[in-house]
């Protein structure tokens, strides 16, 4: 393959308080380590929203030659045309032959539409990022998590969108940037779209933390029959929204809790196929996770593979987990011992 002088643009949303998310300093971490790979290729960034100033502020010190801006009221909302505009202009000037975005919902929906425009390619939802012999080089799941393959791309421009979680977030000190602000074709702006508002989808969103220090995971067994014979829903619902109000923590479920909601069964309300862990769920990273009243079958435990520490609480001395799958198994009733870590915390 040809080896050829790389210039990188990471894009990116400004959120509506003016200041960058997670997801998206990851990006530009990701950004900024490619170009190191890539022996010092040149780097910018590309800022998308009502005011950016702030934003390039947090990225003075990232070693960006430029700090480009599509800004004005036209970007404070997510748009496609808009979006798609700023993006492609951005990415013009830039001049860039590799485009990084974080794959945010906002992001996700305009850049196969960017990437198309410019006339390059896009590989989606990117789980990892690197140079190979000097070659730029991503990784990405296939078959449901069960194969990762590493693509490189003769193409371009290559736009690459990254999945949360999988390079550091930038940290840097803020700093003076001048921002390059670059002019858009008026005709794009013209639009028929108005934002109105945001809708989330219930329940899920609330309690999906990403940047939680645990991931709390509730299996099936909260529903079943206990000891007592009882099916005890209204006690493991209460238990679980109270450990998550006073640890923080992000909530995960079981394939089987989550489609109990989805037959018709009264389960856990709060709880969607958002929450699911595993092969046909999320693969999220927290440094510790507590798998409560769950089995640990090997399609759940896969969705734990980034998992820092994983701890489980089950009946079954037998369980999954027991099968290796986690570091500390404690055989004792979830219910029990969540409702001692709840009153512990309480005080
Ligand atoms: C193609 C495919 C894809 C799949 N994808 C996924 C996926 O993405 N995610 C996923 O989760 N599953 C997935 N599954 C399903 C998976 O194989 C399991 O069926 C599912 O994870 C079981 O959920 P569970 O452990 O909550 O329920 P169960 O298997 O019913 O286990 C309940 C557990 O709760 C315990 N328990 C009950 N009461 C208590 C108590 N008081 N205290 C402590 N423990 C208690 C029991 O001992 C039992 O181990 C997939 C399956 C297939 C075939």
Redesign the pocket.
């Given at each position: 393959m040809m080896e050829r002088a790389e210039r990188i643009l990471v894009t990116a949303c400004v959120e509506p308080d003016g200041g960058l998310s997670r997801h998206t300093l990851e990006a530009f971490g990701a950004g900024a380590a490619l170009a190191g790979a890539l022996g010092g290729a040149p780097l910018d960034c590309g800022l998308v929203g009502a005011d950016t100033a702030g934003a390039a502020r947090r990225l003075a010190a990232l070693g960006a030659e430029r700090i480009l801006a599509a800004e004005g009221a036209h970007f404070a909302q997510a748009r496609y045309a808009t979006d798609a505009a700023a993006i492609e202009a951005l990415a013009r000037s830039s001049a860039a032959t590799i485009v990084l975005a974080p794959a945010t919902a906002r992001l996700s929906r305009v850049m196969a539409g960017v990437a198309h425009r410019l006339e390059g390619r896009i590989d989606a939802h990117a789980s990892g990022l690197g140079a190979e012999q000097g070659r730029p080089v991503l990784a990405r799941w296939y078959y449901r998590k069960r194969m990762e393959a590493r693509l490189e791309r003769e193409v371009r421009p290559w736009v690459i969108s990254l999945d949360p979680g999988i390079a550091p977030a930038w940290e840097g000190p803020p700093g003076d940037a001048p921002v390059e602000r670059v002019a858009i074709p008026p005709e794009s702006l013209a639009t028929r779209t108005e934002v109105v508002g945001d809708h989330a989808p219930e329940g899920g969103t609330e309690t999906i933390r990403p940047d939680a220090r645990l991931l709390f995971v509730a299996?099936?067994?909260?529903t079943?029959a206990?000891a007592d014979g009882r099916v005890r829903l209204d006690e493991a619902q209460s238990t679980i929204l109270e450990f998550l109000r006073v640890s923080g923590a992000s909530l995960g479920g079981?394939?089987?809790?989550v489609d109990l909601g989805s037959e018709g069964h009264s389960v856990l309300p709060f709880m969607t196929h958002l929450n699911?862990?595993?092969?046909?769920?999320q693969t999220p990273r927290h440094p510790l996770g507590l798998a409560?009243?769950?089995?640990?079958?090997?399609?759940?435990a896969v969705?734990w593979r980034f998992i820092g520490e994983r701890r489980a609480?089950?009946?079954?001395p037998n369980?999954g987990w027991a099968q290796g799958k986690a570091d500390i198994l404690y055989v004792?009733?979830?219910?029990v011992v969540m409702a001692k870590i709840n009153e512990l915390m309480r005080r």
């Open positions: 299996g099936a067994g909260w079943k206990q079981s394939k089987s809790i699911q862990i595993g092969q046909t769920g409560t009243c769950c089995h640990g079958e090997e399609p759940h969705g609480i089950n009946l079954d369980c004792a009733d979830a219910f």
